[in-house]
């Protein structure tokens, strides 16, 4: 199952390619293929890497770890 869902992730990305990609070579979109390009890798590295339950963290965890210190601040202010 595991080889399975990686493969499909592949197929995926590759039919997405075979697609997309002509048809902005075509209608020379060079800025629209890179962000394609990167989003999709960095979509199928994601999706073969929780297919693997390797632990993805979460990027409001960041968020909320720069912002805990104006937490404190915040309640100080309020009460």
């Not at 632990?55 to 979460?58: A, L, S």
């Given at each position: 199952m595991l080889i399975l869902s990686i493969v499909m992730t592949l197929v995926?990305?590759?039919i997405l390619c075979i697609v997309e990609i002509p048809k902005m070579l075509k209608?020379?979109?060079y800025r629209e293929l890179w962000t394609f390009s990167i989003?999709?890798?960095l979509g199928t590295v994601l999706a073969i890497l929780k297919s693997l339950d390797i632990?993805?963290?979460?990027p409001?965890?960041?968020i909320a770890w720069v912002y805990s210190p104006l937490?404190?601040?915040?309640?100080?202010?309020?009460k």
């Open positions: 995926f990305s590759t209608e020379r979109l989003l999709l890798g632990e993805i963290p979460n409001s965890d960041f937490t404190g601040i915040m309640e100080g202010l309020l």
